[in-house]
């Protein structure tokens, strides 16, 4: 298994904001599952926003 440096460096800057942010500690095993859910969660939320939209056509109607 590879690892993406950028992908790791910016988890680490996530789980640094959070830690900021959040009033309590974690250990290393939560700091894991919490990247793990949150990343689950982006993933949801991008797939939902993703959702295709149908589109309205643009064909003119003709005019009476």
Do not use: F, G, H, W
């Not at 590879?2 to 800057?13: F, H």
């Not at 996530?14 to 793990?36: G, V």
């Amino acid at each position: 298994m590879t690892t993406n440096q950028p992908d790791m460096i910016s988890d680490i800057v996530y789980l640094e904001e959070c830690l900021k942010k959040e009033p309590r500690t974690y250990n290393s095993l939560q700091l894991a599952q919490k990247l793990s859910s949150d990343r689950t969660l982006l993933n949801v939320l991008s797939a939902t926003i993703a959702i295709p939209i149908k589109r309205v056509s643009q064909t003119p109607t003709p005019e009476a």
